[in-house]
């Protein structure tokens, strides 16, 4: 039988304190933030993996770290990684500033989940379905990672490597997402199987700032057609400088084609999301631009 110990350090020195205590080559540490994706992680490997290949598993809960607020200063929103996916929703500052946050996750799961999945966590699962990163990416936000002896800072469209993989450092901790707040607008497009409580088939995220009509600057992601959430910079190329008609936005969101790589699995074939891909990436674009339809 695998053995488990659970600490809810209050603080990062005691949390740093414990990792040092606990023998790095034995044991396997985990941090826990609301469990949505780790226990049934869990439950899965308690199935399938023999006992006698498992390593004692110490589980590290980080909603005692106090990184759950959302502040505003200087221009940046700065929002804790333990912050619950719905009070993220419902915080006055993220619906004012950054509606694009409240669209996105307002998609995403049910509010059960919500209630008690974090930010952080939703980040670190790194899935390539994963709903919130194609919106950080455009939003161009940076992920702050701390580990015993410093912080980094990581660009959210330089720090996912693969299905589940990311740049950060088995004793490196999520602690806040930084956005600098700008003048342009962004949205937020999800295709699933069914209207709620759906994983995405494809999902697509754009930020546009124009000026004279002409689109200045613009950044585009896609999700679920690849390893990972894939920026769309020949997209992007292909909008930059030019007036956003709806002609130039549906001829420039098919070279998404060019960009994604997609696989037939159980919600989607490969084929389907071929198809959707451009449509939803066209979709983001035009609500960011102010275009209505559709
Ligand atoms: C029924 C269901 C529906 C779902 N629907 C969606 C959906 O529509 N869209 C979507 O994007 N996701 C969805 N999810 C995924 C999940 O709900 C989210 O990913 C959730 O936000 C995870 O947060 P958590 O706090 O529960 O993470 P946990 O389960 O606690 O942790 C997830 C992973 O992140 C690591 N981790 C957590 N916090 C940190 C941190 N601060 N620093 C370093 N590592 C950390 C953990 O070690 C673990 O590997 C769904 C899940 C379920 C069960």
């Given at each position: 039988?695998?053995?488990?110990?659970?600490?809810?350090?209050?603080s990062?020195e005691e949390?740093?304190?414990?990792?040092?205590?606990?023998?790095?080559?034995?044991?396997?540490?985990?941090?826990?933030?609301?469990?949505?994706?780790?226990?049934?992680r869990?439950?899965?490997?308690?199935?399938?993996?023999?006992?006698?290949?498992?390593?004692?598993?110490?589980?590290?809960?980080?909603?005692?770290?106090?990184?759950?607020?959302?502040?505003?200063?200087?221009?940046?929103?700065?929002?804790?990684?333990?912050?619950?996916?719905?009070?993220?929703?419902?915080n006055?500052?993220?619906?004012?500033?950054?509606?694009?946050?409240?669209?996105?996750?307002?998609?995403?799961?049910?509010?059960?989940?919500?209630?008690?999945?974090?930010?952080?966590?939703?980040?670190?699962?790194?899935?390539?379905?994963?709903?919130?990163?194609?919106?950080?990416?455009?939003?161009?936000?940076?992920?702050?990672?701390?580990?015993?002896?410093?912080?980094?800072?990581?660009?959210?469209?330089?720090?996912?490597?693969?299905?589940?993989?990311?740049?950060?450092?088995?004793?490196?901790?999520?602690?806040?997402?930084?956005?600098?707040?700008?003048?342009?607008?962004?949205?937020?497009?999800?295709?699933?199987?069914?209207?709620?409580?759906?994983?995405?088939v494809?999902?697509?995220?754009?930020?546009?700032?124009?000026?004279?009509?002409?689109?200045?600057?613009?950044?585009?992601?896609?999700?679920?057609?690849?390893?990972?959430?894939?920026?769309?910079?020949?997209?992007?190329?292909?909008?930059?400088?030019?007036?956003?008609?709806?002609?130039?936005?549906?001829?420039?969101?098919?070279?998404?084609?060019?960009?994604?790589?997609?696989?037939?699995?159980?919600?989607?074939?490969?084929?389907?999301?071929?198809?959707?891909?451009?449509?939803?990436?066209?979709?983001?674009?035009?609500?960011?631009?102010?275009?209505?339809?559709?």
């Amino acid at each position: 039988m695998r053995k488990y110990k659970f600490e809810a350090p209050q603080s990062f020195e005691e949390l740093f304190e414990i990792m040092h205590r606990a023998n790095f080559e034995k044991d396997e540490i985990k941090f826990v933030a609301g469990g949505t994706d780790f226990v049934p992680r869990l439950n899965f490997e308690l199935n399938m993996i023999p006992s006698e290949q498992k390593q004692p598993l110490q589980i590290m809960y980080l909603g005692c770290l106090g990184i759950d607020s959302i502040i505003e200063k200087d221009g940046i929103i700065s929002i804790g990684a333990c912050c619950k996916l719905n009070d993220i929703m419902k915080n006055p500052v993220i619906c004012e500033k950054l509606p694009v946050l409240v669209e996105t996750i307002s998609q995403m799961a049910g509010l059960t989940i919500r209630n008690t999945g974090t930010i952080g966590g939703n980040i670190m699962n790194a899935s390539p379905a994963n709903d919130s990163i194609p919106t950080f990416i455009v939003l161009d936000a940076n992920f702050i990672l701390k580990s015993e002896k410093k912080e980094r800072t990581v660009k959210a469209s330089e720090f996912f490597t693969g299905p589940g993989k990311t740049v950060a450092k088995p004793d490196e901790v999520l602690t806040r997402i930084e956005i600098n707040l700008k003048k342009g607008h962004a949205s937020f497009k999800k295709l699933g199987r069914r209207q709620a409580e759906t994983l995405s088939v494809v999902n697509a995220a754009a930020y546009v700032e124009q000026e004279n009509s002409v689109c200045k600057t613009v950044r585009v992601a896609v999700g679920s057609v690849g390893p990972t959430v894939i920026r769309c910079e020949r997209v992007e190329v292909a909008l930059r400088g030019k007036k956003l008609t709806e002609d130039v936005i549906k001829t420039a969101s098919l070279k998404v084609l060019n960009e994604i790589n997609p696989i037939d699995d159980l919600r989607a074939s490969a084929w389907y999301r071929n198809k959707t891909a451009p449509v939803m990436v066209s979709r983001a674009i035009k609500a960011a631009a102010g275009i209505r339809g559709e």
